[in-house]
Structures are given as C-alpha cells and as structure tokens.
C-alpha cells in the first residue's frame, strides 16, 4: 500500500525556519518527480517545489526562491523541504505528491 507521510510542521515567527520531511511507504522515489505544494487558508492549492524525475534538477516558486530548499533522503525514502526566512505568507497546510500521490498534510503557521 502507497503512503506518504508528512511531519515537521508548526508554528514559527518570521524569519524563523522549519524543516518538513515526507516519507513515503510501500515504493521508492527512484523514477518519480517529488513535488511539495501548499494551501494558504481560502486559496487553491500551490506548487511550491518540485524535484524533476528527467534529470533531478530543482524548481522553485518564484515567492519561495532562495528560502527554500528541496532534497532527498540517500535512502530514496524521505523528501525534505527547508525553510528559511519564513514569512506570514507561507502560512498554510504544505503536502507532497510523490508519482500521484497525496501526503496528510503538515500545518506550517508563521505568525508572532
């Protein structure tokens, strides 16, 4: 059975950071594009980053460009997304998709 688990969430001040972890159960991320997305509170869904499976380069959303970084466990199990400089705006429930697949969600809130 495919489970992807979120963790790492909750609540900062500005500026400070938080490190989400997604893990996933029953494959690997071998051959998959890992891609962590958010929803702000009365908005749609948004990407944030993603690992591309073609040649494993980074992308960003240009709101999150140089605060975030996206990586991988050596494992092929864990998909992580630093977060640094965090500001009210990144307030949301952040999830990845990993060939599909959704995670619970994880609760990030930035507020002082």
């Known amino acids: 059975q495919v489970q992807l688990v979120e963790s790492g969430g909750g609540l900062v001040q500005p500026g400070g950071s938080l490190r989400l972890s997604c893990t996933v159960f029953?494959?690997?991320?071998?051959?998959?594009?890992i891609a962590w997305f958010r929803q702000a509170p009365g908005k749609g869904r948004e990407g944030v980053s993603c690992?591309?499976?073609?040649?494993?380069?980074?992308y960003y959303a240009d709101s999150v460009k140089g605060r975030f970084t996206i990586s991988r466990s050596t494992n092929g199990y864990t998909v992580f997304l630093q977060m640094y400089s965090l500001k009210p705006e990144d307030t949301g429930v952040y999830y990845c998709?990993?060939?599909?697949?959704w995670g619970q969600g994880t609760q990030v809130t930035v507020s002082s």
């Open positions: 690992i591309r499976s073609s040649d494993g380069s980074p």
């Open positions: 029953g494959f690997t991320l071998d051959y998959y594009s």
């Open positions: 998709n990993i060939g599909g697949n």
